[in-house]
């Protein structure tokens, strides 16, 4: 069993930055890969970013790359998403996801992934 905990969400303007984080628990959480996803308001769950936890291993969505940031400190079982340049439409709640042995174009797929935290919201005005 693992549990998932997202915090860090917010209200900012366009052109801003916030950080997310991930506090992971568990007995094996060194064998997840954790990912992040959001959902906006009547819209799919997409993937946003994913980092598997002793590979080191990034992935991002095309629509973030070069703005957001994903890492880790395995320390503290926790994962960060550092996002800059915040668009309007990165508006949404966003989940942290955690899944065993999920590795390449599989970590985009929400099925993929056993456990998840309840979401933060992130709000970006214009």
């Known amino acids: 069993q693992v549990q998932v905990v997202e915090s860090g969400g917010g209200l900012v303007q366009a052109g801003g930055s916030l950080r997310l984080s991930c506090a992971a628990s568990?007995?094996?959480?060194?064998?997840?890969?954790m990912g992040w996803f959001r959902q906006a308001p009547g819209k799919a769950r997409e993937f946003v970013a994913a980092?598997?936890?002793?590979?080191?291993?990034?992935y991002y969505a095309d629509s973030v790359k070069g703005r957001f940031t994903i890492s880790r400190d395995n320390a503290k079982n926790t994962v960060y998403l550092q996002m800059n340049s915040l668009k309007p439409e990165d508006t949404a709640v966003y989940y942290c996801?955690?899944?065993?042995?999920?590795?390449?174009?599989?970590?985009?797929?929400?099925?993929?992934?056993?456990?998840w935290g309840q979401g933060t919201q992130v709000t970006v005005s214009s």
């Open positions: 980092s598997t936890w002793s590979g080191g291993s990034t």
């Open positions: 996801a955690a899944g065993r042995y999920v590795v390449g174009r599989n970590t985009a797929v929400p099925q993929e992934y056993d456990y």
């Open positions: 568990g007995r094996t959480v060194s064998t997840y890969t």
